[in-house]
């Protein structure tokens, strides 16, 4: 498959043969009609993702200078670190440096967006208005360097209602009474949302003794007692701010509701690491004025 | 649903007009976008009093514990709990600064990841910063890790939270000697050493807790979360954390919720996620 508008023929034989099917449980399924909205397929996107951390793009090394900020291309994070002993040896690291690894940041969107592409055209195909229940994941392909990313959902027709605008269908990962109450809130969902951000951390000496306690009575640096790994928590928080400015660079003015955050951590040398941090969401977006709830009458359960 | 209208929502009618209205063209809002981790429960709660979300916000902090105090010795490893302390108090006040930069009044439902390493602690908080929609003057950036129901009661109940308090210790457990352990050995007994490393690990955490909670004129700590026990790397070592959310009461007198009782008539039911497809 290289875009939309390819769906396997026996694929759109099934989407249409009248039956539908959908990946909702009972009482969402049951809320769901509730709503108007009727179950039309449950539809799927699917990309296999060769990953090569230092393929095209990359700068395969760190940055050739410290003063640089061109390791992850235009306007990509950086910031580095000079080494405060002087010169010690050839093997000193005498500077380190966080940079933005954006070929990954790319490559991972790329097959994010590729299989929600490929969800959205099963939706189209099946002529929804919505899919609900959007689950994603990604995993690797057996023992290969390959990333699998996999999303479902229940394709939705409202019942009663003009088709989306372009006739491409709104989604979210949200099913059920949740999204009952979304919309009872005066929230529509416009589209799933997901974003991430890698950073490399190159360490210069003071993290790499700090990492490894070095610091202090029995190694180098002349500190005493315990102090802050300065480069490692700002890796640390410049992913989850990246991950979260590149989520919304895909909001406009809308909201990100129900956000969720994974983060991973890879030790790949002494001090040095690969922070990633993924943050996934359904943007939404306030089709009715501030109208809030009356106040919640709070029970306790004899039970 | 207006507080002055009984009447239920029709979800249906709500939804045809939703989707009629994204057909429409559904004209984006102005201003700047949201982020928020709450669920819809949770920003729904907190519309119920006035507030609403306004950035998902973020505060790490890593430091450095020296090689060696691990090793055997006796009383407080100092260096440990000052390392716990130090990155606790610097990620917190990161997590209130971004609050503050982004406009919110506090930060509510902080998840609170703290990695005790050989080497390192990591202290890891992700919260959604949150104000009231009526633009109230703020007031000092709270911090708590209480979920958005918890944050609602609390407000409705007449008290503020002020911070989030943090205490930690970690104690070398004294070695028995060589007489003593042989002796034990074949005895079913209390090893006093062990005891004693606990309730000195736990007062001292725990008055650091306190402490800290009095430094933000707090009255009490409320949702107390405690971790103990040998450190998997240093069985040798006893460590104690706690932590809450420091609170103050704000109202003339405490207010009391007066919940309804209510008696389900359902059976129980089993819930099922879409993940379940998955084998999961």
Same mark, same amino acid.
């Given at each position: 498959?290289?875009?939309?508008?390819?769906?396997?023929?026996?694929?759109?034989?099934?989407?249409?043969?009248?039956?539908?099917?959908?990946?909702?449980?009972?009482?969402?399924?049951?809320?769901?009609?509730?709503?108007?909205?009727?179950?039309?397929?449950?539809?799927?996107?699917?990309?296999?993702?060769?990953?090569?951390?230092?393929?095209?793009?990359?700068? !395969?090394?760190?940055?050739?200078?410290?003063?640089?900020?061109?390791?992850?291309?235009?306007?990509?994070?950086?910031?580095?670190?000079?080494?405060?002993?002087?010169?010690?040896?050839?093997?000193?690291?005498?500077?380190?440096?966080?940079?933005?690894?954006?070929?990954?940041?790319?490559?991972? &969107?790329?097959?994010?967006?590729?299989?929600?592409?490929?969800?959205?055209?099963?939706?189209?195909?099946?002529?929804?208005?919505?899919?609900?229940?959007?689950?994603?994941?990604?995993?690797? &392909?057996?023992?290969?360097?390959?990333?699998?990313?996999?999303?479902?959902?229940?394709?939705?027709?409202?019942?009663?209602?003009?088709?989306?605008?372009?006739?491409?269908?709104?989604?979210?990962?949200?099913?059920?009474?949740?999204?009952?109450?979304?919309?009872?809130?005066?929230?529509?969902?416009?589209?799933?949302?997901?974003?991430?951000?890698?950073?490399?951390?190159?360490? !210069?000496?003071?993290?790499?003794?700090?990492?490894?306690?070095?610091?202090?009575?029995?190694?180098?640096?002349?500190?005493?007692?315990?102090?802050?790994?300065?480069?490692?928590?700002?890796?640390?928080?410049? %992913?989850?701010?990246?991950?979260?400015?590149?989520?919304?660079?895909?909001?406009?003015?809308?909201? &990100?509701?129900?956000?969720?955050?994974?983060? %991973?951590?890879?030790?790949?040398?002494?001090?040095?690491?690969?922070?990633?941090?993924?943050?996934?969401?359904?943007?939404?977006?306030?089709?009715?004025?501030?109208?809030?709830?009356?106040?919640?009458?709070?029970?306790?359960?004899?039970? | 649903?207006?507080?002055?209208?009984?009447?239920?929502?029709?979800?249906?009618?709500?939804?045809?007009?939703?989707?009629?209205?994204?057909?429409?063209?559904?004209?984006?809002?102005?201003?700047?976008?949201?982020?928020?981790?709450?669920?819809?429960?949770? =920003?729904?709660?907190?519309?119920?009093?006035?507030?609403?979300?306004?950035?998902?916000?973020?505060?790490?902090?890593?430091?450095?514990?020296?090689?060696? *105090?691990?090793?055997?010795?006796?009383?407080?490893?100092?260096?440990?709990?000052?390392?716990?302390?130090?990155?606790?108090?610097?990620?917190?006040?990161?997590?209130?600064?971004?609050?503050?930069?982004?406009?919110?009044?506090?930060?509510?439902?902080?998840?609170?990841?703290?990695?005790?390493?050989?080497? /390192?602690?990591?202290?890891?908080?992700?919260?959604?910063? *949150?104000?009231?929609?009526?633009?109230?003057?703020?007031?000092?950036?709270?911090?708590?890790?209480?979920?958005?129901?918890?944050?609602?009661?609390?407000?409705?109940?007449?008290?503020?939270?002020?911070?989030?308090?943090?205490? =930690?210790?970690?104690?070398?457990?004294?070695?028995?000697?060589?007489?003593?352990?042989?002796?034990?050995?074949?005895?079913?007994?209390?090893?006093?050493?062990?005891?004693? =490393?606990?309730?000195?690990?736990?007062?001292?955490?725990?008055?650091?807790?306190?402490?800290?909670?009095?430094?933000?004129?707090?009255?009490?700590?409320?949702?107390?979360?405690?971790?103990?026990?040998?450190?998997?790397?240093?069985? /040798?070592?006893?460590?104690?954390?706690?932590?809450?959310?420091?609170?103050?009461?704000?109202?003339?007198?405490?207010?009391?919720?007066?919940?309804?009782?209510?008696?389900?008539?359902?059976?129980?039911?089993?819930?099922?996620?879409?993940?379940?497809?998955?084998?999961?």
């Amino acid at each position: 498959m290289t875009g939309p508008g390819d769906l396997p023929e026996a694929a759109t034989r099934r989407l249409e043969s009248g039956s539908f099917s959908s990946g909702l449980t009972v009482p969402d399924f049951g809320a769901c009609l509730q709503m108007g909205l009727r179950p039309v397929g449950l539809v799927q996107g699917f990309c296999a993702m060769q990953w090569s951390w230092y393929g095209a793009g990359s700068p !395969y090394m760190r940055g050739t200078s410290p003063y640089g900020t061109s390791d992850g291309g235009q306007g990509a994070y950086s910031q580095s670190w000079r080494c405060p002993h002087g010169l010690v040896s050839a093997e000193h690291r005498a500077w380190g440096q966080n940079y933005e690894q954006t070929w990954v940041e790319s490559a991972w &969107l790329q097959g994010f967006g590729s299989a929600y592409g490929r969800l959205i055209e099963e939706a189209k195909e099946v002529g929804a208005h919505g899919i609900i229940g959007v689950t994603d994941t990604s995993h690797n &392909l057996a023992d290969m360097n390959v990333t699998e990313f996999h999303m479902l959902g229940t394709a939705v027709v409202v019942e009663d209602a003009p088709a989306p605008p372009g006739g491409d269908p709104w989604s979210t990962y949200l099913a059920g009474q949740r999204l009952a109450k979304l919309i009872e809130a005066g929230f529509m969902p416009i589209s799933v949302i997901a974003g991430i951000a890698s950073v490399r951390v190159w360490a !210069y000496c003071m993290t790499e003794y700090l990492m490894e306690g070095r610091v202090g009575t029995y190694g180098w640096g002349g500190a005493t007692s315990t102090q802050e790994i300065e480069q490692v928590s700002e890796g640390h928080l410049a %992913a989850r701010a990246l991950a979260r400015e590149h989520v919304r660079r895909q909001l406009g003015s809308d909201m &990100l509701h129900g956000v969720s955050i994974t983060t %991973a951590e890879r030790e790949v040398g002494s001090g040095d690491q690969v922070l990633e941090c993924t943050l996934r969401g359904t943007r939404v977006r306030r089709f009715k004025g501030f109208d809030p709830m009356p106040t919640p009458r709070p029970t306790v359960r004899l039970s | 649903m207006s507080p002055d209208s009984p009447l239920p929502i029709d979800v249906r009618a709500e939804m045809r007009s939703a989707a009629a209205w994204l057909a429409d063209g559904g004209a984006a809002p102005n201003g700047r976008a949201v982020t928020s981790d709450l669920t819809i429960d949770e =920003a729904l709660l907190l519309h119920s009093i006035g507030w609403e979300p306004v950035e998902l916000v973020f505060g790490v902090s890593v430091t450095s514990v020296p090689v060696g *105090v691990w090793t055997w010795g006796r009383g407080e490893i100092g260096a440990a709990s000052d390392a716990h302390n130090l990155a606790v108090h610097t990620a917190a006040e990161r997590l209130g600064r971004e609050c503050a930069k982004a406009g919110g009044h506090g930060v509510v439902g902080v998840q609170v990841s703290v990695e005790v390493n050989p080497h /390192h602690v990591d202290v890891h908080l992700v919260g959604t910063a *949150v104000r009231p929609v009526e633009g109230k003057k703020p007031g000092q950036t709270f911090v708590s890790d209480l979920s958005a129901r918890d944050f609602v009661l609390l407000s409705n109940a007449g008290w503020s939270p002020l911070g989030l308090s943090f205490g =930690a210790s970690f104690i070398y457990a004294p070695r028995r000697d060589a007489a003593t352990a042989i002796r034990q050995s074949s005895q079913n007994i209390e090893l006093t050493n062990l005891t004693e =490393a606990l309730y000195s690990a736990r007062e001292s955490a725990m008055e650091r807790m306190q402490a800290s909670g009095l430094a933000m004129s707090a009255q009490g700590v409320v949702g107390v979360r405690i971790t103990e026990g040998p450190m998997r790397f240093a069985r /040798h070592v006893i460590g104690f954390t706690a932590w809450g959310t420091a609170v103050r009461l704000v109202a003339d007198n405490h207010v009391y919720l007066k919940p309804d009782m209510v008696l389900p008539l359902d059976d129980a039911v089993v819930q099922f996620e879409a993940q379940s497809l998955r084998g999961r």
